[in-house]
């Protein structure tokens, strides 16, 4: 069993954390991969599986995800919600939201579509969604994730939408991290298991392909409150290719574009982590989407005095963004590539190289 003390002498214990958290407004449980086909298919894939709601008997579930094939460089993402979250967001978010922000468009025609009973394309409808204990199974239509009943964080997961199924396992090669260096850093619980073994099997236009490679899985959960609406993020998960592992973030609040408590991890090659506040960010490459309008900074320059790391992380390519549910309206989650360099002396430095993903939330949102 595997148990450390936390804020308010709480406890993040594994297995029993991986389940939902039913006194929590906001929970939800990440992953990417990066993947090679056996007949010379590259892909990357992206899924964000979410329980949302005030009160536990009133949850609503929400999936993204994305399937990107890294040849051709193109990303399909898909966005469904089964109708308790539709009520949740007609009945209590949507309309608190747009007392504060009645000009906000885009999020009174999805008010206006719910009110209907429609949904607005291109989000779909989850019909059959819910989440079980013991073991933990997210069962959401024909997609799902469902871990054993062990505290290493293995699990099976199918994402399956419009004839795309990626049907992986996930097995950590590494311990859990709980970030912040005690699984708290911030407003949220927050542990991951950085670097996994991959396996499965892709499928897209009628043709199924025998993938394997590696990943990355967060869960997190607690309270959000008004976050979505006035303040995004910006988050790196990367991969080092010796082995260790960077979680990066910074908030940004969406009227000014303000940032504040960042934060890096390094997740060395033993597991052990060190964390700093002190990081600078730096951004460059900006991208305007076509469909958002929303303008996105897509390459960075990422300095961590404490680790004597300086980094460039950029996006492989620039049309990744994915359509989310309003207020944030849209995202850039994609894949991105890191290079830079460690001082290990003074006259020495190393090179850094590995890959990752990039989440840049907030810049879609209105500005009330």
């Known amino acids: 069993m595997l148990r450390y003390n936390i804020y308010l002498n709480r406890i993040v214990s594994l297995p029993e954390d991986m389940g939902p958290h039913a ?4 929970e939800w449980w990440y992953y990417y991969a990066f993947l090679n086909g056996e007949h010379g298919g590259k892909y990357a894939v992206m899924a964000a599986f979410y329980q949302a709601g005030e009160l536990p008997i009133l949850k609503g579930h929400y999936l993204i995800f994305s399937i990107i094939d890294l040849n051709k460089l193109t990303s399909h993402s898909f966005s469904l919600l089964d109708k308790r979250l539709a009520k949740n967001l007609e009945f209590f978010n949507l309309p608190f939201y747009l007392l504060q922000c009645p000009k906000d468009e885009n999020a009174r025609y999805l008010y206006s579509s719910l009110i209907k009973g ?3 394309s291109p989000h779909q409808w989850l019909y059959h969604a819910s989440i079980e204990e013991n073991p933990v199974r997210l069962l959401y239509d024909n997609s799902s994730m ?6 290493e964080g293995e699990f099976k997961t199918v994402l399956s939408a419009d004839g795309m199924e990626a049907n992986l396992k996930f097995k950590s090669v590494k311990p859990v991290s709980l970030i912040g260096g005690n699984g708290k850093p911030d407003r949220l619980y927050y542990y991951s298991f950085p670097r996994n073994e991959v396996k499965g099997y892709i499928e897209k236009d009628g043709e199924s392909e025998c993938v394997i490679g590696g990943g990355w899985f967060d869960h997190q959960w607690g309270y959000l409150g008004d976050l979505l609406t006035k303040t995004g993020w910006n988050w790196f998960g990367l991969q080092l ?3 260790r592992e960077l979680l990066i973030n910074e908030f940004r609040a969406i009227n000014t574009g303000d940032t504040s408590s960042p934060m890096a991890n390094l997740i060395e ?4 982590v060190k964390v700093t506040r002190n990081v600078t960010f730096e951004h460059s490459c900006h991208w305007q989407s076509p469909e958002s309008n929303a303008v996105y900074p897509l390459k960075w320059i990422i300095t961590i005095p404490e680790f004597k790391l300086k980094l460039t992380v950029k996006a492989v390519f620039k049309k990744q963004e994915m359509t989310v ?3 944030l309206n849209a995202i850039w989650e994609g894949v991105c590539s890191v290079t830079g360099s460690e001082t290990t002396t003074a006259l020495n430095e190393t090179p850094i190289s590995g890959k990752g993903f990039m989440e ?6 209105y500005k009330c």
């Not at 006194?23 to 906001?26: L, N, Q, V």
């Open 23 to 26: 006194f929590t407004d906001m």
């Open 118 to 120: 429609k949904l607005p």
């Open 146 to 151: 469902i871990f054993n009943d062990s505290e």
């Open 241 to 243: 290719d010796d082995g």
């Open 269 to 272: 090659q033993d597991g052990s």
């Open 325 to 327: 549910l309003a207020p």
């Open 360 to 365: 840049l939330v907030g810049y879609a949102s």
